[in-house]
């Protein structure tokens, strides 16, 4: 498997961990933040199942095979399962700690896509980028002690 196809496994794995991540903190997430965070979760988990979903059809279009069992997933991510129920605060701290990893390997992947000089799957990636860039402010904006 070449690194191209490696990385593009990494940020697959990475988005079905994430995404089971982020249900678990929204159907557990409580106190005064309940509103805001549960929405926010939902939102994250639907676009790394998006994003998923776009990541394994262009591995498939440029002739990988992207992973597709859980076992697989949990075995190439990064991402830890959470088990635990932390405090609200802290499931934000960890998911910007995770989508910060997750930007990281979007770079990684970017590089060795140009390598390649494969620009359907950085202009792919390139989008998910910037998105990605504008949470994790939002994310550690929310983070910051308040007045």
Known sequence: ???????????????????????????RVTGPAFYRLHSLFESLYDR???????????????????????????????????RDVPAARQMVARIADDLADFRAGLDRAIAAAEEQADRGTANLLD??????DKELWM???YLQPGD
């Open 1 to 27: 498997m070449n690194r191209r196809s490696e990385l593009l496994n990494q940020l697959l794995a990475d988005s079905i961990v994430l995404q089971q991540k982020l249900r678990h903190f929204h159907w």
């Open 48 to 82: 790394m199942a998006a994003w998923g979903d776009a990541l394994a059809e262009r591995h498939l279009m440029i002739g990988g095979t992207p992973i597709a069992a859980l076992a697989e997933a949990l075995e190439t991510s990064g991402v830890k399962e959470a």
């Open 127 to 132: 989008g998910m980028a910037d998105e990605l």
């Open 139 to 141: 994310l550690r904006a």
